[in-house]
T-cell receptor
Framework: SQQGEEDPQALSIQEGENATMNCSYK?????LQWYRQNSGRGLVHLILIRSNEREKHSGRLRVTLDTSKKSSSLLITASRAADTASYFCATDYNNFNKFYFGSGTKLNVKP | ETGVTQTPRHLVMGMTNKKSLKCEQH?????MYWYKQSAKKPLELMFVYNFKEQTENNSVPSRFSPECPNSSHLFLHLHTLQPEDSALYLCASSQLSYNEQFFGPGTRLTVL
C-alpha cells in the first residue's frame, strides 16, 4: 500500500505554540499533499509539494519533503484555536488522479 | 465551503432501502471521486471518474453503484446496505493534470 501514515495520531498544544506533524509513505511519489478536515466536514487542501522540492511555505504553514526517508512534515507556526482540526497527508500513485490518505493527526489547540 | 455540494447531508436508512447520494461540482473540473471515511480508518477511495468514464473501482461491493451522467454530477446509488457501511461519504473533484482535490462537505450515512 502507498498510504501515508501520519504521526502523531493526536497532538494537543497551547495557542501560540508551533505544531509539527509528520507523514511517512512507502513507495516513490510524484507529489505529496496536506489537507485539513474540521470535525465531520469535507477536506480542505492546504499545500502540495512535488518530489523535486524540499520545502514549501504558505502563510503559517511550512512543509518539508525528504524523499530519501520517504517522509514529510507539516509545521504550523503560532497556532490558533481555529487550527483545531485533523490533518491528513495524501500521496499520489503513478501520476493518475488517485490518492492515498493516511488516518490523520488530530490537532487540538487550546486557547 | 468549496464549489462542491453534496446532498443529502445526513441520511438514515434501513438495510432494505434504496437511496442515492448526489454530488455536484461548479468548478469546471473533469475528474470526480467518491471516498468513504469511517471512524479511525484512513480515507478510502471508492470510485474515480475521468471525463465521465469510470477509471477506478477500488474493490467496492456491488451494493454501491456509481453514476456519472456528466462531468458536473456524480451519484452513488445505495441498496441493501449493511450497518458497517455507516460512514461519512465524501465527494471530490479535480482538474486532470492538477493534483489538488476539492471536497464536498460529505453525507453522513447511518444504516440501521
Amino acid at each position: 500500500s502507498q498510504q501515508g501514515e501520519e504521526d502523531p495520531q493526536a497532538l494537543s498544544i497551547q495557542e501560540g505554540e508551533n505544531a509539527t506533524m509528520n507523514c511517512s509513505y512507502k513507495t516513490s511519489i510524484n507529489n505529496l499533499q496536506w489537507y485539513r478536515q474540521n470535525s465531520g466536514r469535507g477536506l480542505v487542501h492546504l499545500i502540495l509539494i512535488r518530489s523535486n522540492e524540499r520545502e514549501k511555505h504558505s502563510g503559517r504553514l511550512r512543509v518539508t519533503l525528504d524523499t530519501s526517508k520517504k517522509s514529510s512534515s507539516l509545521l504550523i507556526t503560532a497556532s490558533r484555536a481555529a487550527d483545531t482540526a485533523s490533518y491528513f497527508c495524501a500521496t499520489d500513485y503513478n501520476n493518475f488522479n488517485k490518492f492515498y490518505f493516511g488516518s490523520g493527526t488530530k490537532l487540538n489547540v487550546k486557547p | 465551503e468549496t464549489g462542491v455540494t453534496q446532498t443529502p447531508r445526513h441520511l438514515v436508512m434501513g438495510m432494505t432501502n434504496k437511496k442515492s447520494l448526489k454530488c455536484e461540482q461548479h468548478l469546471g473540473h473533469n475528474a470526480m471521486y467518491w471516498y468513504k471515511q469511517s471512524a479511525k480508518k484512513p480515507l478510502e477511495l471508492m470510485f474515480v471518474y475521468n471525463f465521465k468514464e469510470q477509471t477506478e473501482n477500488n474493490s467496492v461491493p456491488s451494493r454501491f453503484s456509481p453514476e456519472c451522467p456528466n462531468s458536473s454530477h456524480l451519484f452513488l446509488h445505495l441498496h441493501t446496505l449493511q450497518p458497517e457501511d455507516s460512514a461519512l461519504y465524501l465527494c471530490a473533484s479535480s482538474q486532470l493534470s492538477y493534483n489538488e482535490q476539492f471536497f464536498g462537505p460529505g453525507t453522513r450515512l447511518t444504516v440501521l
